[in-house]
């Protein structure tokens, strides 16, 4: 089986977390079995749509690891949806209807009155030539329904399991509207038909156009592709996440300083069969995915989460891949002061600060009771060369003139040599401070 995925966001905003959740179990899914990852971009609402959402959807991609193998835009595709269409209309499975949107709601407030469920009750179907041809005198376009069989519409999620899902609980839906342009429901249909789609992976707040798009696909004399419908992950506070509101997007989480297998792997495996780790690359991560084990319920979000996996990355990452971010951010150090700083980050760009207390000036607060010690440890510093071993021969004759030992030793040369009193190891630091520097911190004189 190689299978064909896409991946289909509306370039109405930036995409979120949530989105990148159904982007990577895409695209982990086709790694998984050597299939091909479409971006289609779903860009027929042009109210809505924006050149540069789109834009920025490649490039958040991107910045995530994902390059597609094939970019569509159904902007670019009327013509299928209208040859589509026109079959549909010659089989009887899409009809018109004239009904305005307040007559709709009309409508389905009698029947909730009446305990009724609010489904269309296809008046349209029952209306006379001379009714219709009025209709059309009046000046009104109508809208366009798919008439649903009567049937149940069965599928075997790979998610959620065997799926059932009665029709004659929906209503026929509106696949192309007054003006004439086409709405998802069915330009997905036909999208996923034409691009030869084998399995369609998205969040499980499709369940339901799932039951009306598989018989479209039917409709239109194609077999449907397999679904997975995924759990969603909401913001901590439990609500849905928005590319319009633009919450928790990916752009946000990027220049928070966040690594993207961080973001990865928070939004693959939070709510799954597996322990939330930070995974070093997507090869790694699809190995970690099981579509049958995610969670059924949603997942939520926490950046405390994140903060805790991009700090792990951070620590566990090679110098060499580092390197070029660190010099653009003005850092120097090289692999020495990376080693020493790179467990203290929460995010890459954290050594700034590091590399400031390395280069100084820093500005301790000493404690009088503490000047003496500080001066006979500045005159017992070693001459250089210093290596990660210096600061362990130094202390060791520091202890043994002063008497001191343990925090009373340790905490104010931290203090007189970075001005802090946590931080990476001293023995690191000593180093990359440099003797001269280190004895005017300690207050004596070189
Ligand atoms: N454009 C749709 C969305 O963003 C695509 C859903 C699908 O995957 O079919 O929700």
């Not at 194609?222 to 928005?242: D, M, R, T, Y």
């Not at 597996?274 to 319920?297: I, P, Q």
């Amino acid at each position: 089986m190689h299978p064909t995925v896409r991946f289909a966001p509306s370039p109405t905003g930036y995409l979120h977390i949530g989105n990148a959740r159904t982007a990577l179990i895409n695209r982990l899914f086709a790694l998984q079995h050597g299939g091909r990852f479409i971006l289609r971009l779903d860009d027929t609402d042009t109210a809505r749509s924006r050149a540069a959402f789109a834009e920025a959807i490649v490039e958040d991609l991107g910045w995530l690891g994902i390059a597609p193998d094939l970019t569509v835009r159904q902007s670019d595709r009327a013509a299928l949806y209208e040859a589509a269409a026109a079959r549909l209309k010659r089989d009887g499975r899409l009809y018109p209807c004239w009904e305005t949107a307040e007559e709709l709601d009309r409508k389905r407030r009698r029947q909730r009155a009446r305990g009724l469920p609010p489904v269309y009750d296809r008046a349209a179907l029952k209306l006379t030539d001379a009714a219709r041809a009025a209709l059309e005198a009046e000046g009104r376009r109508p809208h366009w329904r798919f008439l649903l069989e009567d049937r149940a519409v069965v599928w075997d999620d790979l998610c959620r399991g065997p799926q059932h899902h009665p029709a004659a609980a929906l209503s026929d839906p509106v696949l192309i509207r007054e003006d004439g342009t086409c709405l998802y429901t069915f330009t997905s249909v036909v999208d996923d038909a034409d691009l030869g789609i084998t399995h369609v992976i998205r969040g499980e707040d499709h369940v339901t156009n799932t039951a009306v798009q598989i018989q479209i696909f039917e409709a239109l004399g194609h077999a449907p592709p397999a679904f997975a419908h995924h759990n969603l992950l909401v913001a901590a506070g439990g609500e849905e996440l928005s590319k319009r509101k633009g919450t928790l997007s990916l752009r946000a989480l990027r220049e928070a300083g966040y690594e993207p297998m961080a973001v990865a792997s928070l939004a693959v495996l939070i709510g799954s069969a597996e322990a939330l780790e930070a995974v070093a690359s997507l090869e790694e991560l699809a190995g970690r995915l099981d579509l049958a084990r995610l969670s059924r319920a949603p997942s939520r979000f926490d950046i405390g989460d994140l903060a805790a996996l991009n700090r792990k990355l951070v620590a566990a990452m090679a110098y060499e891949d580092v390197a070029e971010r660190l010099s653009s951010l003005g850092v120097g150090g090289g692999a020495a002061f990376w080693q020493a700083v790179r467990g203290n980050l929460d995010v890459v760009a954290d050594a700034v600060g590091w590399w400031n207390r390395i280069v100084g000036p820093v500005a301790p607060v000493i404690a009088p009771d503490d000047r003496p010690l500080l001066a006979e440890a500045a005159r017992l510093l070693p001459d250089e060369p210093w290596d990660e071993t210096t600061f362990g021969t130094w202390v060791a004759a520091v202890k043994a003139a002063t008497g001191k030992s343990g925090r009373a030793l340790f905490a104010p040369l931290r203090q007189a040599l970075t001005g802090l009193d946590h931080g990476p190891e001293l023995k690191l630091l000593l180093p990359l401070i440099g003797r001269e520097e280190a004895i005017r911190r300690l207050g004596g004189t070189s």
